[in-house]
């Protein structure tokens, strides 16, 4: 099969009908989009990605009002959200209405849904009646995708198209949120809407769930070996990790530090202004280039622990977890 990269909406909405996925932009990655409602498509989403169907999809909706046809018991603090940062990268878990399949929950009474924020993906869920499923376009356990190009790399021949919005914005995926039974709420991973912005709207503290049982976590994806590259990343004081690592080819990744230690050519700064948000942007497409380059390892800094410097924590862990 051909793979085409291109901005024409009525493509995208073409193979979609025919069942077929196709990769879509939006602001926090790259998604592999079908028909949520057509489990043929969906199932051809866990094929492509080598996904596991233990794990289930998030649904992508135009408004919050559309995305009502498959949500059911919204608790009130989904609602004062929902208006605050949607279109936006909040993913809410909340129970399903029986129209939602079983693949794509992956048995669970609850679905994922979020409402993306990027023109072109907007207008093509506007364009259709359906929501669409989309796990990240990478294969599973590696980067996400934040470029059309990075969804090639690995899903050439696979699908027939994707659409091009340019590079992702935030570069990092949604923040997930569910409630629990005294509708708190639980945040399930770190993502382009800060803890710290969620409790500003709320003016209450969120629960981080942490150490999901492996045998049945919350939110399945959420396992600690993931977003990896295939080079070995080690998360933590680069200085001291470098003692380890004296003598090999080591690529760093900082905020906005510089390693004299180092080549130039393989440290990694984010932010020399030292922004969280363009630190986050830069992260994946950082990750996948060092895997281009001839590196032993990847040592990795600490980030700030707050606002999006979590989101990237927590991906930096991930990422190394195979090796620590
Ligand atoms: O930013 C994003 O959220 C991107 C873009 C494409 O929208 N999507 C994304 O999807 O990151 P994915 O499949 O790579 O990660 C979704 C996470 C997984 O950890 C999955 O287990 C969890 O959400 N999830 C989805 N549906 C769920 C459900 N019904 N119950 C529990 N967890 C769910
Ligand atoms: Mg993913």
Same mark, same amino acid.
């Given at each position: 099969?051909?793979?085409?990269?291109?901005?024409?909406?009525?493509?995208?909405?073409? @193979?979609? %009908?025919?069942?077929?996925?196709?990769? #879509? /932009?939006?602001?926090?990655?790259? *998604?592999l =989009?079908?028909?949520?409602?057509?489990?043929?498509?969906?199932?051809?989403?866990?094929?492509v990605k080598n996904r596991?169907?233990?794990?289930?999809?998030?649904?992508?909706?135009?408004?919050?009002?559309?995305?009502?046809?498959?949500?059911?018991?919204?608790?009130?603090?989904?609602?004062?959200?929902?208006?605050?940062?949607?279109?936006?990268?909040?993913?809410?878990?909340?129970?399903?209405?029986?129209?939602?399949?079983?693949?794509?929950?992956?048995?669970?009474?609850?679905?994922?849904?979020?409402?993306?924020?990027?023109?072109?993906?907007?207008?093509?869920?506007?364009?259709?009646?359906?929501?669409?499923?989309?796990?990240s376009a990478n294969p599973f356990g590696y980067i996400s995708p934040?470029?059309?190009? @990075?969804v %090639?790399q690995h899903l050439?021949?696979k #699908? /027939?198209?994707?659409?091009?919005? *340019?590079? =992702?914005?935030?570069?990092?995926?949604?923040?997930?949120?569910?409630?629990?039974?005294?509708?708190?709420?639980?945040?399930?991973?770190?993502?382009?809407?800060?803890?710290?912005?969620?409790?500003?709207?709320?003016?209450?503290?969120?629960?981080?769930?942490?150490?999901?049982?492996?045998?049945?976590?919350?939110?399945?994806?959420?396992?600690?070996?993931?977003?990896?590259?295939?080079?070995?990343?080690?998360?933590?004081?680069?200085?001291?990790?470098?003692?380890?690592?004296?003598?090999?080819?080591?690529?760093?990744?900082?905020?906005?530090?510089?390693?004299?230690?180092?080549?130039?050519?393989?440290?990694?700064?984010?932010?020399?202004?030292?922004?969280?948000?363009?630190?986050?942007?830069?992260?994946?497409?950082? %990750?996948?280039?060092?895997?281009?380059?001839?590196?032993?390892?990847?040592?990795?800094?600490?980030?700030?622990?707050?606002?999006?410097?979590?989101?990237?924590?927590?991906?930096?862990?991930?990422?190394?977890?195979?090796?620590?």
């Amino acid at each position: 099969m051909d793979t085409i990269i291109g901005n024409d909406i009525d493509q995208a909405k073409q @193979h979609l %009908l025919n069942g077929e996925p196709v990769a #879509i /932009p939006t602001e926090t990655v790259y *998604g592999l =989009a079908a028909n949520a409602m057509n489990e043929k498509a969906v199932l051809k989403i866990f094929e492509v990605k080598n996904r596991p169907t233990f794990n289930p999809l998030i649904i992508h909706c135009s408004s919050w009002a559309n995305a009502q046809l498959y949500v059911k018991n919204v608790p009130v603090k989904a609602i004062y959200l929902a208006e605050k940062f949607t279109p936006g990268p909040l993913t809410f878990l909340l129970d399903k209405q029986n129209n939602i399949s079983d693949l794509v929950t992956a048995g669970s009474n609850k679905v994922a849904v979020r409402i993306p924020k990027h023109p072109l993906t907007l207008a093509l869920l506007q364009s259709i009646d359906f929501p669409l499923a989309a796990p990240s376009a990478n294969p599973f356990g590696y980067i996400s995708p934040t470029t059309a190009n @990075h969804v %090639l790399q690995h899903l050439a021949g696979k #699908i /027939p198209y994707i659409l091009d919005g *340019g590079p =992702a914005d935030v570069g990092l995926e949604s923040t997930i949120i569910g409630f629990d039974a005294q509708n708190r709420v639980l945040l399930y991973r770190s993502g382009g809407i800060s803890l710290e912005a969620i409790e500003k709207v709320l003016q209450e503290k969120v629960i981080i769930v942490k150490n999901q049982p492996i045998e049945n976590p919350a939110t399945p994806g959420q396992l600690t070996s993931h977003y990896a590259p295939l080079t070995p990343l080690y998360n933590g004081d680069v200085k001291e990790l470098l003692k380890r690592w004296k003598d090999k080819r080591v690529a760093s990744i900082s905020f906005s530090t510089q390693f004299d230690e180092i080549p130039v050519g393989n440290q990694f700064i984010l932010s020399p202004n030292r922004l969280l948000p363009e630190a986050a942007a830069k992260l994946f497409a950082v %990750l996948r280039s060092i895997d281009q380059l001839e590196v032993d390892v990847i040592l990795a800094e600490v980030f700030p622990a707050e606002g999006l410097g979590r989101a990237i924590n927590d991906r930096l862990n991930r990422a190394g977890a195979k090796h620590q």
